[in-house]
């Protein structure tokens, strides 16, 4: 709980998962919370990702070709 990923740049066509907990996503202009269960297609813009309580996620990422 209350850690942070910090803002960073779309690696590619990605998803999350949350396989446990709360978390919420944020970008410039939206935020989402997500709770266990939850799945979400990750924005294609810069974003971060908070640990609203204990949590695991499975991210998902299919990387750019280059």
């Known amino acids: 709980a209350g850690h942070k990923l910090a803002e960073h740049e779309n690696p590619g066509a990605a998803t999350l998962l949350v396989l446990s907990g709360r978390v919420e996503i944020a970008t410039a202009t939206a935020k989402a919370a997500l709770a266990t269960g939850d799945y979400t297609?990750?924005?294609?813009e810069?974003?971060?990702l908070t640990a609203l309580e204990d949590s695991a996620v499975l991210l998902t990422v299919v990387g750019r070709a280059g």
């Not at 297609?41 to 294609?44: A, D, E, N, Q, S």
Request: aromatic share 0%; hydrophobic share 30%; proline share 29%.
């Open 41 to 44: 297609i990750i924005p294609p």
């Open 46 to 48: 810069r974003h971060d």
